[in-house]
């Protein structure tokens, strides 16, 4: 298995937009994406993770308008239902076209929904642009508060960034303090159907794009399918990007590789654990079946 999944093309890239670096966690290339979409009226609208009622906590959000994005721009390391709002982007909203973004696991079933519509009639015509962000797990939002509040001793209505990088987990307070904890201490409050993801870097969206691979401030981005080699191609004509070469970055795909590579090798071990409990009436495993390989 690759376990960086089909790609067209693989970068290490940052916005010119200087309001959306601003706002954005690491290189902004789903805020800018998202909005160049808008602009050409490839979308007419985006699903996005925006600010919640608490702190840091966030909620899925329709924005048909730059200033929204900017306003939902941003990392929250907790999962945001994005394909909940799916249908009621096409029917409440009336959006034609589409854009979404999500973690491996949320584009998995966005692509599903597309394949096998069941409860999303005339819906999967209208995803127009899926945009993927690495993810090795995901959090609830009471194992983030647990996290900020009580390993990094910080309040969450104080904390103005979190980051995650170089084996620690990072809050910044608007006081200027810096508050670390080791990633390794995170594992217990991962969610429980994160271990049974066999996907970093979000294979089946139109482009992904994470901060791994890339220098601080930048991000990498694969162009996976021929509507994101268009559409990336159309933004890098605008100016939206500045680009090198991920060969020429550090540390570069073999950091991205060995990531996915851990992932991929740890999950698959829980996902062979679970062929072996039960069988169906006629005798198959009742195990989760590998999404990438033939069943």
Request: overall charge neutral; proline content about 5%.
């Amino acid at each position: 298995m690759d376990v960086l999944g089909n790609y067209k093309s693989a970068i290490s890239a940052r916005s010119t937009d200087k309001d959306i670096l601003k706002k954005a966690q690491d290189g902004g290339i789903i805020t800018t994406l998202f909005a160049y979409a808008l602009e050409e009226g490839i979308i007419d609208g985006a699903i996005v993770a925006g600010p919640g009622n608490e702190p840091w906590k966030p909620e899925p959000m329709v924005v048909t308008t730059k200033a929204e994005l900017l306003a939902a721009a941003g990392t929250r390391y907790t999962i945001s239902p994005n394909i909940s709002l799916i249908k009621e982007a096409t029917r409440s909203y009336g959006l034609d076209r589409v854009g979404i973004v999500g973690t491996p696991c949320q584009i998995q079933a966005t692509r599903k929904a597309q394949l096998y519509p069941i409860g999303m009639r005339d819906v999967d015509d209208k995803i127009a642009l899926a945009l993927g962000i690495f993810c090795m797990e995901n959090l609830s939002y009471q194992a983030l508060e647990a996290m900020v509040e009580d390993h990094c001793n910080q309040k969450m209505e104080s904390v103005v960034k979190m980051d995650i990088g170089k084996g620690k987990f990072t809050v910044y307070t608007e006081r200027g303090a810096v508050s670390q904890m080791p990633l390794k201490l995170i594992h217990k409050y991962v969610q429980p159907g994160c271990s049974v993801c066999l996907d970093y870097v979000a294979n089946l969206a139109d482009i992904s794009s994470g901060s791994v691979g890339s220098p601080d401030g930048w991000s990498t981005v694969f162009v996976r399918s021929t509507k994101g080699n268009a559409v990336w191609d159309g933004a890098i004509a605008a100016g939206c990007f500045e680009t090198k070469p991920i060969d020429q970055v550090k540390p570069g795909l073999d950091l991205v590789t060995k990531l996915a590579t851990e992932k991929i090798t740890k999950n698959q071990k829980n996902v062979d654990a679970r062929k072996t409990i039960g069988l169906k009436a006629d005798g198959t495993p009742k195990g989760l079946r590998n999404p990438y390989e033939s069943p």
